[in-house]
């Protein structure tokens, strides 16, 4: 049972415009959700996170929205750069658990 | 550069052999986490140590173990190894405090074997 979903397993975004990528999860018990990016061959990059009290984070060109009673979660990318073309993973986590990660989305950023 | 360190950054070995992998956590950060990303495969968890202890486990086997010194760098030993072990590896650690978790990946272990 997948408890982390990306649903759409690419997406491609005019360079400058806004990227939306999408998570759903279904543990009700997540506190804190994470997004990463990452090339291949490479460690994922940490970008945000968001604790569950919460509903928006925000830092420089990334938000994290949340909304729990939908159990969804998305980032938003502005303005989308060609060096932002990757594959974006979310990540959720309860207590001590590990983190559980969706299969990814990979975004192209066209020129 | 997330601040997490990975040594080697690649190794190659024969089938059967013993191998270790090491990781430096990022200054401060009293977790590490042990994933395996296998060829076309998103990342498994493996293992998980908090400050000396391990804390949890995930798909690892029995062929593969690990520890966390008190220097808080953490050593992924793998023995018996098979063709199908070759994978990265990446090691992570992580910050928690109030509404703040945020979890950092090295630049990971290729490992090949033949």
């Known amino acids: 049972d997948q408890q982390v979903k990306q649903n759409s397993p690419s997406l491609s975004v005019q360079e400058g415009r806004i990227s939306i990528l999408n998570c759903d999860y279904t543990n009700s018990m997540f506190d804190y959700f994470l997004w990463y990016k990452k090339y291949p061959a490479e460690g994922p990059t940490f970008l945000i996170s968001i604790s569950s009290i919460k509903d928006k984070n925000e830092d420089g060109r990334f938000t994290v929205f949340l909304n729990k009673s939908a159990k969804h979660l998305s980032l938003h990318i502005v303005p989308s750069q060609p060096g932002d073309s990757a594959v974006y993973f979310c990540?959720?986590?309860?207590?001590?658990?590990?983190?559980?990660f969706g299969k990814g989305t990979r975004l192209s950023v066209i020129a | 550069d997330s601040g997490v360190t990975q040594t080697p950054k690649h190794l190659i070995t024969a089938t059967g052999q013993r191998v270790t992998l090491r990781c430096s956590p990022r200054s401060g950060d009293l977790s590490v986490y042990w994933y395996q990303q296998s060829l076309d495969q998103g990342l498994q968890f493996l293992i998980q140590y908090y400050n000396g202890e391990e804390r949890a486990k995930g798909n690892i086997l029995e062929r593969f173990s690990a520890q966390q010194f008190p220097d808080l760098h953490s050593e992924l030993n793998l023995s018996s190894l098979e063709l199908g072990d070759s994978a990265l590896y990446f090691c992570?650690?992580?910050?928690?405090?109030?509404?703040?978790?945020?979890?950092?990946f090295g630049p990971g272990t290729r490992l090949t074997v033949t």
């Open positions: 992570a650690s992580s910050v928690r405090g109030g509404q703040r978790y945020e979890q950092y």
């Open positions: 990540a959720s986590l309860s207590g001590n658990t590990p983190l559980v």
